[in-house]
């Protein structure tokens, strides 16, 4: 099982239920009702699972299915980015489960900031991968299926209370993090920081570390730090979303985003170019934003690393003490590399 496909679903999970943003990311999202677009007949294609897995994340599954138009020109389907290689990543799902020889509509609402339609081509099979955390965690076999734009799916099986007695979900989250763990080596960390399931979160915690000194900046201590399960998006790319359990108001204090190309990142480039690369800007009426920014967009292949830390506070530090706590977080990430490394400058 390919991790890579699995974590990106997770991703938009966590954006619109942790509140974990950034500036650079997209605009501020609206809430949007899911909608129910008219069913499309049946004979015009196919939609069925190939495999329901078991996620990293404790109880939920991923769905992998086949989806083909069988009609002589395209159909629309939502997502955020184009197919990769086949595989596609559909938004505004809907969800219906089994109940009493019924089936029962799941609730879920929705933000639709970002998204846009992508072509389907007629005949072409695609791989749509579908989070089904909104299935829950069923104590008795379930019988669910889904639907995107019209388009619902054959039905599937869940059982939660085996897979989860089965230690699958465990297994799932070590097969992740063993990926995660090996795209880190390949980029040019030290193998000996990243020794353990934990990795990530000491990552992120070295980072914050910047703001525990006394030569603060005028930035408040991050404490509280909860950083979420790494994401493989499913053009490589990694992605870890943080905040602090701090808040100012309706915000949090300090959230962030790290997303990095491990065939483009190497500890020369961030040693010579990151600095170089740093933006401030404002975020909201009381925050400001710290971003390093390589001048590609964050998740495309070319993109080496972005990291992007919020911060709100009554009193916010100026640009320039603000810049001089984004270098005190460079110099501890660099702990983290090694001399040197091989791959692309």
Same mark, same amino acid.
């Given at each position: 099982? @390919?991790? !890579? ?20 990311? /997209? ?32 109880? *939920? ?15 629309? *389907? ?19 489960? =089994?109940?009493?020889?019924?089936? +029962?509509?799941?609730? *879920? ?22 989070? =089904? ?18 388009? /619902?799916? /054959?039905?599937?099986?869940? &059982?939660? +209370? ?23 080596? +390949? ?20 980072? !914050? +570390? ?92 070319? &993109? ?9 506070? *009554? /009193? ?15 110099? @501890?990430?660099?702990?983290?590399? &090694? ?7």
């Amino acid at each position: 099982m @390919n991790s !890579a496909v699995i974590i990106q679903a997770l991703c938009i999970f966590f954006l619109a239920n942790c509140g974990i943003s950034s500036a650079a990311e /997209r605009p501020k999202k609206t809430p949007k009702a899911a909608e129910k677009s008219t069913w499309v007949p049946v004979k015009d294609y196919d939609f069925y699972p190939i495999k329901i897995v078991p996620s990293p994340e404790d109880g *939920v599954y991923v769905g992998h299915f086949t989806f083909v138009n069988r009609t002589s020109t395209t159909v629309s *389907v939502s997502g955020f980015d184009e197919p990769d290689f086949g595989r596609f990543i559909p938004r505004f799902v809907g969800y219906e489960i =089994l109940s009493k020889e019924k089936w +029962k509509d799941v609730t *879920v609402g929705y933000c639709a900031t970002g998204a846009q339609s992508f072509e389907m081509e007629p005949q072409v099979p695609y791989e749509f991968i579908v989070n =089904l955390y909104r299935l829950g965690e069923p104590k008795s076999p379930t019988t669910a299926r889904i639907s995107v734009d019209g388009f /619902r799916s /054959r039905p599937f099986e869940l &059982n939660w +209370k085996k897979d989860q007695k089965a230690g699958a979900f465990v297994a799932a989250k070590k097969a992740h993090f063993e990926e995660v763990r090996a795209a880190f080596a +390949k980029a040019g960390f030290k193998r000996d920081m990243i020794q353990g399931d934990d990795f990530c979160q000491r990552l992120i915690e070295s980072i !914050a +570390k910047a703001t525990t000194s006394k030569n603060d900046h005028g930035f408040q201590k991050m404490t509280g730090l909860e950083v979420f399960t790494p994401d493989i998006a499913l053009n490589g790319n990694i992605r870890i979303d943080f905040r602090s359990t701090d808040s100012k108001g309706d915000e949090t204090q300090y959230k962030g985003m790290w997303v990095f190309t491990p065939d483009k990142f190497t500890p020369q480039w961030f040693r010579n170019e990151a600095r170089k690369h740093i933006k401030l800007e404002s975020s909201g009426s009381s925050g400001q934003e710290m971003i390093l920014d390589d001048g590609t967009d964050f998740w495309s292949r070319d &993109n080496k690393l972005h990291l992007s830390i919020e911060y709100h506070a *009554v /009193r916010l530090p100026d640009d320039e003490d603000a810049k001089a706590m984004f270098l005190k977080m460079f110099d @501890n990430l660099e702990l983290w590399l &090694n001399d040197s490394a091989p791959g692309a400058q």
